[in-house]
Nanobody, 120 residues
Framework: PVQLVESGGGSVQSGGSLRLFCAAN?????MGWFRQAPGKEREGVAE???????TYADSVKGRFTISRDNAKNTVSLQMNSLKPEDTAIYYC?????????????????WGQGTQVTVSS
């Protein structure tokens, strides 16, 4: 099975930046990031295909950038202009078929999550 390990979470003030990193133990065609805030459902943030095609949630467009290194089986999420509402646990996810949208139950593999806290 695919194993995912995230790193890079932390605390930052509003307007700041953080970069999340995820390493997989194998290649998967589609990788993504999801997040879950307290009391809310898990929501998709961004996904990227093996050819670099990306999809973003409207709430993060223009602020977040997803990228991947196929040779190293890694995916990153650069988060700029962070807002308090971005506070959540962020999860790296992967699926063994092709990207088709930020729907969590389409993803079969998940990391342990990393906390991102943005203070006002």
């Amino acid at each position: 099975p695919v194993q995912l390990v995230e790193s890079g979470g932390g605390s930052v003030q509003s307007g700041g930046s953080l970069r999340l990193f995820c390493a997989a133990n194998g290649y998967t065609p589609c990788m993504g990031w999801f997040r879950q805030a307290p009391g809310k459902e898990r929501e998709g943030v961004a996904e990227i295909t093996n050819t670099g095609r990306t999809t973003y949630a409207d709430s993060v467009k223009g602020r977040f950038t997803i990228s991947r290194d196929n040779a190293k089986n890694t995916v990153s999420l650069q988060m700029n202009s962070l807002k308090p509402e971005d506070t959540a646990i962020y999860y790296c996810a992967a699926r063994t078929d092709y990207c088709s949208g930020l729907i969590s139950h389409w993803y079969g593999y998940w990391g342990q999550g990393t906390q991102v806290t943005v203070s006002s």
